[in-house]
T-cell receptor, first 114, second 112 residues
Framework: GAGVSQSPSNKVTEKGKDVELRCDPI?????LYWYRQRLGQGLEFLIY????????KSGLPSDRFSAERTGESVSTLTIQRTQQEDSAVYLC????????????FGPGTRLTVT | QQQVKQSPQSLIVQKGGISIINCAYE??????FPWYQQFPGKGPALLIA?????SEKKEGRFTISFNKSAKQFSLHIMDSQPGDSATYFC???????????FGPGTRLSVLP
C-alpha cells in the first residue's frame, strides 16, 4: 500500500509569509507525528495526534506554529510569519498504535525561508 | 530525563568491518528502542527495534544489544557495505509511542 506522503516536497518562501505543509498518513494509522530536522541535525519533535485525543503540542517552538488533523486523516502544519530559522525539513510520520510503536516517515518537505 | 544520547557523531568503517553505534538513556519508563536509517533526501526508515525484555535482537547483518541495568543500547552492523552509508538514529519511547525521543544521529561512511 501507499506510504506516508507529504506535499510540497520543496517550498521556498519569503520571510514573513505564511506556509502550509500537508501530510497524508498511511490509511488506518491512528497516530501522526510532525518533526523538524535542521541541516545535519537530529529530529526535533513538534506535535503528536492520536485518534480523537487532544494533540500533544509540547514540541511546537512558538505560537507561529500550529497543526490540525481531520479525524485520522490528513494533517496540515502551518507556520505563520516565517523566519529564516524556520528553514528545515519538516517530516511527518504515522503509526498504527495497536501493532506497537513503529513509525513510518514521509519524505519530508524542505522549507527554505529567504 | 527525556534525552537520548548517541555516539559517535560520525563513523568511518572499511567495507567488511563492523560498525558500532551506542545510545544511552535516563528515563526508565522507556519501553521501546528502535533504530532508524536515513539516506540523504529521504525520511528515516525503521531498521530494527527492541523491547527491554530481551538483551539482543538480530536481523540479518544488524544486531541491537540492550543493557537494561546500564540503560544503554547499541547497533552493530556486521560486514558493513558502502550501501550502509547513511545517518542512523536511535530512539526511545513509552506510552505506546506518545513520548518519542530521537538521538542526534550518527553519520556512517563505509569505504569501498
Amino acid at each position: 500500500g501507499a506510504g506516508v506522503s507529504q506535499s510540497p516536497s520543496n517550498k521556498v518562501t519569503e520571510k514573513g509569509k505564511d506556509v502550509e505543509l500537508r501530510c497524508d498518513p498511511i490509511s488506518g494509522h491512528t497516530a501522526l507525528y510532525w518533526y523538524r530536522q535542521r541541516l545535519g541535525q537530529g529530529l526535533e519533535f513538534l506535535i503528536y495526534f492520536q485518534g480523537n485525543s487532544a494533540p500533544d503540542k509540547s514540541g511546537l517552538p512558538s505560537d507561529r506554529f500550529s497543526a490540525e488533523r481531520t479525524g485520522e486523516s490528513v494533517s496540515t502544519l502551518t507556520i505563520q510569519r516565517t523566519q529564516q530559522e524556520d528553514s528545515a525539513v519538516y517530516l511527518c510520520a504515522s503509526s498504527l498504535i495497536r501493532r506497537g510503536d513503529e513509525q513510518y516517515f514521509g519524505p519530508g518537505t524542505r522549507l527554505t525561508v529567504t | 530525563q527525556q534525552q537520548v544520547k548517541q555516539s559517535p557523531q560520525s563513523l568511518i568503517v572499511q567495507k567488511g568491518g563492523i560498525s558500532i553505534i551506542n545510545c544511552a538513556y535516563e528515563n526508565t519508563a522507556f519501553d521501546y528502542f528502535p533504530w532508524y536509517q536515513q539516506f540523504p533526501g529521504k525520511g528515516p526508515a525503521l531498521l530494527i527495534a527492541i523491547r527491554p525484555d530481551v538483551s539482543e535482537k538480530k536481523e540479518g547483518r544488524f544486531t541491537i544489544s540492550f543493557n537494561k541495568s546500564a540503560k544503554q543500547f547499541s547497533l552493530h552492523i556486521m560486514d558493513s557495505q558502502p550501501g550502509d552509508s547513511a545517518t542512523y538514529f536511535c530512539a526511545a519511547s513509552y506510552n505506546y509511542g506518545q513520548n518519542f525521543v530521537f538521538g542526534p544521529g550518527t553519520r556512517l561512511s563505509v569505504l569501498p
